[in-house]
């Protein structure tokens, strides 16, 4: 069974930038039947998709765009994790952040799920 | 691109059947066949327990089932049980733009 593992702070300040690893265990992130994604939620946004990277002829990444200028998710696939950079955040993108697979049922089958990393931004 | 809409709450007792309604857009729901439904229990991950509309992953106990009809899709949980008493969210695919939408979920109560 995969898991996956997040690590990165919980506490944000301002205008810096927030940065999250999810490690892969069980699986590859090359694998290309799979995409790995980033989810948040907030009581004020509720659950919102981010953005992801998989691997099929080539790396591709997509992302939402009211983020899209801020955000940036790579692959790793030295270490078989996957990572998010969202620049620039403000309050407003405190969140409780998962890593989330989307196996190869696709179509927004986010299957296996990290165990969330509280986000705050704070001063 | 708004939230797919979801009532706040339904409840029902052990035993009883319930129904939570996911209403979207011709541009998400109504469009395609990838919508997912997620039972969430406070302070842990996300569980998909539908996908494709109707489809059950592995491990999902048959009670749980998913339909659309236009614009809106369904879950169903037949059945009830106290281990169902969760947060429950629907997403559907938008198109190769805006990728994903959630629904503002549905607080499901066992009485």
């Known amino acids: 069974q995969a898991q996956l593992q997040q690590s990165g702070p919980g506490l944000v300040k301002p205008s810096q930038t927030l940065s999250l690893t999810c490690a892969i265990s069980g699986d590859s992130v090359s694998r290309k039947s799979a995409a790995w994604n980033w989810i948040r939620q907030s009581p004020s946004r509720g659950l919102e998709w981010l953005g992801r990277t998989y691997l099929r002829s080539r790396w591709f990444n997509e992302y939402k765009p009211s983020v899209e200028s801020r955000i940036t998710i790579n692959p790793d696939t030295s270490k078989n994790q996957f990572s998010l950079q969202l620049t620039s955040v403000t309050p407003e993108d405190s969140a409780v952040y998962y890593c989330a697979r989307e196996g190869e049922d696709g179509g927004g089958a986010f299957d296996i799920w990290g165990q969330g990393t509280l986000v705050t931004v704070s001063s | 691109q708004s939230a797919l809409t979801q009532p706040r709450a339904v409840s029902g007792s052990p035993g009883q059947s319930v129904t939570i309604s996911c209403t979207g857009t011709?541009?998400?729901?109504?469009?395609?066949?990838?919508v997912s439904w997620y039972q969430h229990h406070p302070g842990k991950d996300p569980k998909l327990v539908i996908y494709d509309v109707s489809n059950r992953p592995s491990g999902v106990p048959d009670r749980f089932s998913g339909s659309k009809s236009g614009n809106t899709a369904s879950l169903t949980i037949s059945g009830l049980q106290p281990e169902d008493e969760a947060d429950y969210y629907c997403c559907s695919f938008a198109g190769n733009h805006i990728f994903y939408v959630f629904g503002t979920g549905t607080k499901v109560t066992v009485l």
């Open positions: 011709s541009r998400d729901v109504g469009a395609y066949k990838y």
